[in-house]
């Protein structure tokens, strides 16, 4: 079993930066990718971006809404990922998700944290 916790979530004004962080423990070694999604209220939970545990490729959702703001890294050390997330709009108003995928097809959620963005 893996354990996801998120970490970092809160209110930030529009325009300002967050940086969440998700820390992994228990079988971590079975992990080779984690990512991050959101779900708005009302809304599908939708992908944000992925790094690969190994290599660190990173992926990032086609639409503009988080390229050139958002960064994916991660800590092997620490067995951490984070999302740094900056120039933030209310749209990115969410609960975030972390999520991590092993080998066999596993995968394992986070318990969400809630990112508020006043306008």
């Known amino acids: 079993q893996v354990q996801l916790v998120e970490s970092g979530g809160g209110l930030v004004q529009a325009g300002g930066s967050l940086r969440l962080s998700c820390a992994a423990s228990g079988r971590t070694f079975n992990m080779y990718n984690m990512g991050w999604f959101r779900q708005a209220p009302g809304k599908e939970r939708e992908f944000v971006a992925s790094i690969n545990w190994s290599g660190g490729t990173t992926n990032y959702a086609d639409s503009d809404s988080v390229k050139g703001r958002f960064t994916i890294s991660r800590d092997n050390v620490k067995n951490t990922v984070y999302l740094q997330m900056n120039s933030q709009k209310p749209d990115d108003m969410a609960v975030y998700y972390c999520?991590?995928?092993?080998?066999?097809?596993?995968?394992?959620w986070g318990q969400g944290t809630q990112v508020t963005v006043s306008s």
């Open positions: 999520r991590g995928v092993g080998y066999g097809a596993l995968v394992y």
